[in-house]
């Protein structure tokens, strides 16, 4: 194949896909160019299906390359190891908005890969990453209703910009990433600084308009290349198999679908589907579980959709727009900085605040930079929170999602350093899931970060709306419970205060949905939104006004930069020494802030005092408490500050006349004594008699 190049300028840099050089044993490959950044993606699918799966095999893997960037990996190994959180949560980016237009009976594994081969620092390879999947897989000749576009909406100064740098996003009041067809959206993420609905409403339909040009640009593409469609195999409904099954058991199916109560409708489910399966799963028919399983749970889909739209019901007997049965509570664990218990329906998040010093921030190396991140956000789902039994291994792509969107919808409202000088870590314990155990998550993390003391700006609550379309017709369903959002349509996720949006996230399983149900989603989300804030409000209606005795203090110092090195000491010596005698954490900053914590108030009064005394000038009149250091004929010498000392000379000891100093004073004395004079060598004078009288 010759090298094939198509370009086109988007927002401030031209954006080039090109083919047929790279990568040419992949079954595609496309490079991605946008300014100095570039992206290969390629794709290899298996060329039999998989079997004994009753779903698309498709793996997602994205990598950023450190020689990317102009630089040597850190570490021991010196090269890169398992995917950090934001590589993954850029192959979840891709795969999510790409999943739903594959055709559902596919059996080939498919495995899509983005490396990351330059980057210029400014220009964020994430968009190009899916719209080099996008193209990669239109390309490659597998059934995919595709391409897609791609791109990123910033607004600055009240204007939106396409794709802007990272530097841009930094001054952007939001952060919106929408990826879809020509006239409908099939992913979409968001974050906002508290933006109005209509707002995020509006960047959201900016952002669809700078899609069909990029899809254009894919299509162009495409032409030139002119590679043939495959021929694959399908994994086809078996209509035996489906009249096999009773009209009878049909009915059994749908009624355990429709069970409010997750544990009666698994045990329901659980119960007709080993009937079936003893019917017809014998030796001689051929039949395996995994086919009557996957039968059952369409037979339920269908159930639970015709129920929605025809009866206008849910099946807990819930309005369209109505929310589970809350209950919150804070202060739920003695030892903890801050928790609470968030439980809405049969969803439950235990969150737990802990707050660290400066030390405890978490570097965070990539591409663009080293950064330090003072605010952390994890997500955990223990297999008991839905009555399973599984391994509990590293968090899985699922828990790193779920954390970082919990993260983004509350990270506008956290306070500065300068407000709030502490690391500031949340825990999610999922203890039960049933639907929108993410945006449980939010709310319980505001609960927590309340009682934790942490002066948030904004109480933030989040919720998930579901969607049954069959054609024309569709239901949005406000707080969707597990069985919804499996055999529904869409999770749309939206969090915010009661001023605006904090963030947003939509995954789809059908391809594309038009912006009005978009506007209609958002618009039925905010009661939701208010009526869960008024919940938290009624718990606990401000952050507490005292830390828990249980959390470090910190107290900040301004001194003068130009002392850093003073305190510091050579080879670090001072400050080691003030840190292993008071058992405090200390943080310098090249402002002069001095950064002082520790969980004992005496502690860190003596380290205070001791830094106050390194960086102090000494001042002419000031009485001082002294030690003596040392002993001559002609006087004593004091030291007034640390590393500071002076001389008292016998004559200012007493009023009276001394002979033998050594009868007044000896070396470890405590006194007070007065600076009087600094003379122009520096040298510092003192006095006891003086000290004495003025007092």
Sequence with gaps: MQKETVSLKIGKEDLYLETGELARQADSSILVRYGGTVVLVSVCFSKEPKPGVNFLPLTVEYQEKTYAAGRIPGGFFKREGRPSESETLVARLIDRPLRPLFNKNIRNEIQIIAIVVSSDGSNDPDILSVIGASAAVSSCGVPFTGPVGACRVGRINGEFIVNPTYEEIQNST??????????????????????????????????????????????????????????????????NLMASISEEEKQEIRKAALFANKAENEEA????????????????????????????????????????????????????????????????????????????????????????????????????????????????????????????????????????????????????????????????????????SSM?????????????????????????????????????????????????????????????????????????????????????????????????????????????????????????????????????????????TTGVSIDIEDDGSVLVGSDKEDKLKAALDIIHGLVEEPEVGTIYNGRITKITNFGAFCEILPGKEGLIHISEVSDKYVKDINTVLKVGDEIKVKLVEIDELGRLNLSIKKARNDT
């Design 440 to 580: 449980a998550s939010v709310c319980a993390a505001t609960l927590s970060l309340m009682d934790a003391g942490v002066p948030i700006k904004a109480p933030v609550a989040g919720v998930a709306l579901g969607l049954v379309k069959e054609g024309e017709n569709f239901a949005i369903l406000t707080d969707i419970s597990g069985g919804e959002d499996h055999f529904g349509d869409m999770d749309f996720k939206i969090a915010g205060t009661k001023k605006g949006i904090t963030a947003i996230q939509l995954d789809l399983k059908i391809q594309g949905i038009s912006l009005s149900i978009i506007k209609k989603a958002i618009e039925q989300s905010r009661q939701a939104r208010h009526i869960i804030l008024d919940k938290i409000s009624e718990t606990l209606d401000a952050p507490r006004k005292s830390l828990s005795s249980y959390a470090p203090r910190i107290e900040i110092l301004k001194i003068n930069p130009e002392k850093i090195g003073e305190l510091i000491g050579p080879g670090g010596k001072t400050i080691k020494k003030i840190i292993n």
């Design 269 to 436: 489910t659980k119960k007709i589907t080993q009937e079936i399966i003893d019917k017809l799963c014998t030796e001689d028919s051929g039949i395996e579980e995994y086919q009557v399983k996957d039968l059952v749970s369409k037979i339920q889909e269908e159930g639970l959709r015709s129920f929605i739209l025809k009866e206008k019901k849910r099946a807990d007997g819930r309005k369209f727009e109505e929310i589970r049965q809350i209950n919150c509570s804070v202060s739920v664990l003695p030892r903890t900085h801050g928790s609470s218990i968030f439980t809405r329906g049969q969803t439950q998040s235990l969150a737990v605040t802990t707050l660290g010093t400066r030390s405890d921030e978490q570097m965070i190396e990539a591409l663009e930079g080293k950064t330090y991140e003072s605010f952390l956000l994890h997500y955990s789902f223990p297999p008991f929170s839905v009555g399973e039994v599984s391994p509990m291994r590293a968090p899985s792509r699922r828990e790193i999602g779920h954390g970082a969107l919990a993260r983004k919808a509350l990270v506008s409202v956290m306070p500065s350093k300068d407000e709030f000088p502490y690391t500031v870590r949340v825990v999610s314990e999922i203890l039960e899931s049933n639907g929108s």
């Design 174 to 239: 939001l952060d919106v990433i929408v990826v879809g067809s020509k006239d409908n959206i099939v992913m979409m993420e968001a974050s906002g600084k508290e933006e109005s609905d209509d707002v995020m409403f509006a960047a959201i339909e900016f952002g669809l308009k700078q899609l069909p040009p990029i899809i254009d640009l894919q299509e162009e593409l495409l032409k030139k290349i002119k590679k043939p469609a495959l021929e694959i195999t399908l994994q086809e409904d078996d209509e």
